[in-house]
């Protein structure tokens, strides 16, 4: 099939009938097509995190602690990146086909990191193993619209979701134990028999029917795509440092993706075949589907990466203690999004569940902002377990109605929009809260802003160093801080919510 015969204005006509493609043949449709896209998902969402409780450990063997961040870093962007163009190119080549690409790639990817001696050589092959785990994310989304008749895809994009958060919950958990008995090279090494397991399931998808014909790749897209998400990314990251002297240097980052918007823009106008078809981004229930799952991205990364440092610093708990009062926080994010999707499945409505689940989120986003230093660490946990049960509600949703606008053609282009709008709207949403934090503190105390700086950095012990006078007043400013750090979150729901109300496709 040519690329260059897809015609994205007409995927507004065909509706939901575009996407209603056969169901895989024979057998139970869950044992056939889930734990083929299961799986990949799994290894791509878990590298995200895995790594974190790594780090020191790598630290302490390589060296080079000024560019450790780059292990994380590099693997984000890279997976960025590649979640569109294996999206085309799934497309036009098959989706199974790049399947078995993105999994040698990442395979071959995690030999070369748990090989590497240097922390550039690592941050090297993290790039290469992003650009794997990009298509992994990626596809196993657009396979589940391939193989999956419409109105059963939300109990699937439920499971999907419940894995991504399972994988990511687990993966720290995970990281410290490999590190700790089997070394930092384990942690990457542990992806060979997993992927290979995962090789083996994905030949049992089914290979559909893809048309013929010269295969046309915007290679010049390609590359203004990437020069605008590489200094979007590093100023997002940038930003969470608390640091007033690398504005300037966010500044540039920020001008320079701004120039290679309006050049990818530019060329996605004119490409025979764009690498993002513009004309299917312009229809509302895309844009605004993708910009609600940006909110809910930002949203729920934001409560993950912020939570932990509010009650190990503010209410003095262990890190064992943190890990046991986050269950419900992580938990009610999959049960949120298994309970959805079985409930599209059943009724073919989708807007109405975020619609009311990002309500309580937006109310119960506020209450935190407002009474958290009056709850107890008994009743905090399961209120943020509700809050994120019922954020959960959106994911699939989001998954749901880009594949069904989109159609057969363009499963991939929307799976990885999606994927893109989720990467953008985490690190833009941790960014925001950060800085939000750092400012409010900065405008009360510096000092005390210079502390939570190092705490991000060091970890609550550095509360210990300080007189006990002092902490308390350190302690109870970060807690008035955070305040405004929910109320930015409830900002995150009140969008998320009224893009909800606004997307055209209410039903399948």
């Given at each position: 099939?040519?690329?260059?015969?897809?015609?994205?204005?007409?995927?507004?006509?065909?509706?939901?009938?575009?996407?209603?493609?056969?169901?895989?043949?024979?057998?139970?449709?869950?044992?056939?097509?889930?734990?083929?896209?299961?799986?990949?998902?799994?290894?791509?969402?878990?590298?995200?995190?895995?790594?974190a409780t790594a780090l020191p450990a790598i630290v302490g063997e390589l060296g080079d602690v000024e560019r450790i961040s780059w292990i994380v870093v590099s693997y984000l962007v890279a997976s960025t990146i590649a979640a569109p163009v294996y999206g085309r190119l799934g497309d036009v080549l098959g989706r199974k086909r790049m399947m078995f690409l993105a999994l040698s790639v990442f395979i071959a990817a995690s030999v070369l990191c748990a090989a590497?001696?240097?922390?550039?050589?690592?941050?090297?092959?993290?790039?290469?193993?992003?650009?794997?785990?990009?298509?992994?994310?990626?596809?196993?989304?657009?396979?589940?619209?391939?193989?999956?008749?419409?109105?059963?895809?939300?109990?699937?994009?439920?499971?999907?979701?419940?894995?991504?958060?399972?994988?990511?919950?687990?993966?720290?958990?995970?990281?410290?134990?490999?590190?700790?008995?089997?070394?930092?090279?384990?942690?990457?090494?542990?992806?060979?028999?997993?992927?290979?397991?995962?090789?083996?399931?994905?030949?049992?998808?089914?290979?559909?029917?893809?048309?013929?014909?010269?295969?046309?790749?915007?290679?010049?897209?390609?590359?203004?795509?990437?020069?605008?998400?590489?200094?979007?990314?590093?100023?997002?990251?940038?930003?969470?440092?608390?640091?007033?002297?690398?504005?300037?240097?966010?500044?540039?980052?920020?001008?320079?993706?701004?120039?290679?918007?309006?050049?990818?823009?530019?060329?996605?106008?004119?490409?025979?075949?764009?690498?993002?078809?513009?004309?299917?981004?312009?229809?509302?229930?895309?844009?605004?589907?993708?910009?609600?799952?940006?909110?809910?991205?930002?949203?729920?990364?934001?409560?993950?990466?912020?939570?932990?440092?509010?009650?190990?610093?503010?209410?003095?708990?262990?890190?064992?203690?943190?890990?046991?009062?986050?269950?419900?926080?992580?938990?009610?994010?999959?049960?949120?999004?298994?309970?959805?999707?079985?409930?599209?499945?059943?009724?073919?409505?989708?807007?109405?569940?975020?619609?009311?689940?990002?309500?309580?989120?937006?109310?119960?986003?506020?209450?935190?902002?407002?009474?958290?230093?009056?709850?107890?660490?008994?009743?905090?946990?399961?209120?943020?377990?509700?809050?994120?049960?019922?954020?959960?509600?959106?994911?699939?949703?989001?998954?749901?109605?880009?594949?069904?606008?989109?159609?057969?053609?363009?499963?991939?282009?929307?799976?990885?929009?999606?994927?893109?709008?989720?990467?953008?709207?985490?690190?833009?949403?941790?960014?925001?809260?950060?800085?939000?934090?750092?400012?409010?503190?900065?405008?009360?105390?510096?000092?005390?802003?210079?502390?939570?700086?190092?705490?991000?950095?060091?970890?609550?012990?550095?509360?210990?160093?300080?007189?006990?006078?002092?902490?308390?007043?350190?302690?109870?400013?970060?807690?008035?801080?955070?305040?405004?750090?929910?109320?930015?979150?409830?900002?995150?729901?009140?969008?998320?919510?009224?893009?909800?109300?606004?997307?055209?496709?209410?039903?399948?």
């Open positions: 099939m040519s690329s260059a015969s897809i015609d994205p204005a007409a995927a507004p006509a065909r509706g939901v009938a575009a996407a209603d493609v056969p169901p895989v043949p024979g057998g139970n449709l869950f044992l056939r097509v889930f734990p083929s896209i299961m799986l990949p998902m799994f290894l791509a969402a878990l590298d995200q995190t895995i790594v590497a001696a240097s922390v550039i050589m690592l941050a090297l092959a993290r790039i290469l193993q992003g650009l794997g785990g990009g298509g992994l994310m990626t596809l196993s989304q657009a396979l589940i619209g391939e193989s999956v008749p419409p109105r059963q895809r939300g109990k699937y994009q439920g499971y999907l979701s419940a894995t991504f958060v399972c994988a990511s919950t687990f993966g720290p958990v995970a990281g410290g134990y490999l590190t700790q008995h089997f070394g930092w090279q384990s942690v990457f090494l542990v992806n060979l028999p997993l992927g290979l397991v995962a090789v083996g399931l994905a030949m049992r998808l089914p290979r559909m029917h893809v048309g013929g014909g010269r295969l046309q790749f915007d290679i010049w897209g390609t590359l203004f795509f990437a020069a605008f998400v590489v200094p979007l990314l590093l100023a997002l990251e940038q930003a969470q440092r608390f640091d007033l002297a690398v504005l300037p240097a966010m500044a540039a980052l920020l001008a320079a993706a701004a120039g290679a918007l309006v050049l990818l823009l530019r060329q996605e106008r004119r490409a025979p075949a764009p690498l993002l078809p513009l004309a299917l981004f312009r229809q509302a229930a895309i844009w605004r589907t993708d910009l609600m799952a940006a909110c809910l991205a930002g949203a729920t990364i934001s409560l993950i990466t912020f939570v932990p440092v509010y009650l190990q610093v503010v209410r003095g708990t262990s890190p064992s203690e943190t890990g046991l009062l986050l269950l419900p926080l992580t938990a009610g994010i999959g049960v949120g999004s298994l309970f959805t999707g079985r409930m599209i499945a059943a009724t073919g409505r989708t807007t109405i569940f975020p619609e009311i689940g990002l309500s309580f989120s937006l109310g119960l986003s506020i209450a935190f902002a407002l009474l958290a230093p009056r709850l107890s660490l008994g009743v905090l946990p399961w209120l943020l377990g509700v809050t994120a049960l019922s954020f959960g509600t959106g994911m699939p949703v989001v998954q749901m109605t880009v594949q069904t606008i989109a159609g057969p053609k363009f499963l991939g282009a929307a799976a990885a929009s999606v994927q893109f709008s989720r990467s953008i709207g985490a690190a833009l949403g941790t960014a925001m809260v950060a800085t939000v934090l750092f400012a409010v503190l900065s405008r009360t105390d510096r000092d005390t802003a210079a502390h939570f700086a190092d705490i991000m950095q060091r970890g609550a012990q550095v509360l210990v160093q300080l007189p006990q006078e002092r902490r308390a007043i350190v302690q109870a400013q970060i807690a008035d801080a955070f305040r405004a750090a929910f109320l930015m979150i409830a900002g995150f729901a009140g969008c998320g919510l009224a893009l909800s109300w606004a997307i055209p496709l209410k039903r399948l």
